[in-house]
């Protein structure tokens, strides 16, 4: 079955640290991975996807992304995180079928200052 | 703001009642699709109409059921609605059905269900 995966239910990271969300993917033939955040009482907001090519996509706000295929990840990345970055993060997958985008369960990422 | 608006943005309905919930796409785009987000839970995909036709249905009763205007824009319709239809129903728009096209959210409608 096709499915994205979030391992970790919630990130901490200091303010200035770099910061990583982790993806897994599982899915027969290539993949369109997406990464969105969302804020409370918002919808969801893009920030990148991988469709082809390069395996580090950069989105927006200092997003990255790094598609891993012998991994199947697509984990996400920033440098240098801002408590502004605190938000709910949802990694996505699309696999052509009828127009469906498969969601992992989010992951809420806290930045203290 | 990505100008996908929903409406109504809170919406509060009776167990076995009937509800519409409207979105407008963004400028551009001819496909809508819809989700519904349970409280600490991803999206899950409902269906996805395309150029006013349903692209793509996921794994929901037949009492949700959609329509797209040749607009573009969108309604979701449940009938018979049970308590575990509260949540957030979010739309959102694309160029196009394929998944090289990011989708693009509205705010959601807040449903709750007594």
């Known amino acids: 079955a096709q499915s994205v995966a979030q391992p970790e239910d919630q990130v901490n990271v200091a303010e200035g640290n770099p910061l990583t969300v982790k993806c897994t993917y599982s899915v027969s033939g290539n993949p369109y991975l997406f990464w969105y955040v969302q804020y409370p009482n918002r919808g969801l907001q893009f920030l990148l996807k991988?469709?082809?090519?390069?395996?580090l996509v950069k989105g927006s706000y200092g997003f990255e992304a790094e598609f891993n295929k012998s991994q199947t990840s697509f984990h996400l990345k920033k440098p240098s995180a801002l408590v502004s970055d605190s938000a709910l993060y949802f990694c996505?997958?699309?696999?052509?079928?009828?127009?469906?985008?498969?969601f992992g369960q989010g992951t809420e990422l806290s930045v203290k200052p | 703001e990505t100008g996908v608006t929903q409406s109504p943005t809170h919406l509060i309905k009776t167990r076995g009642q009937q509800v519409t919930l409207r979105c407008s796409s963004q400028s551009g785009h001819n496909t809508v699709s819809w989700y519904q987000q349970a409280l600490g839970q991803g999206p899950q995909f409902i269906f996805q109409y395309y150029r006013e036709e349903e692209n793509g249905r996921g794994n929901f009763p037949p009492r949700f059921s959609g329509l797209q205007f040749p607009n573009y824009s969108s309604e979701l319709n449940v009938n018979a609605l049970e308590l575990d239809d509260s949540a957030l129903y979010l739309c959102a728009s694309s160029l196009g059905g394929q998944g090289s096209y990011e989708q693009y959210f509205g705010p959601g409608t807040r449903l709750t269900v007594t």
């Open positions: 991988y469709i082809t090519g390069d395996n």
């Open positions: 996505a997958g699309f696999y052509n079928q009828g127009g469906k985008l498969i």
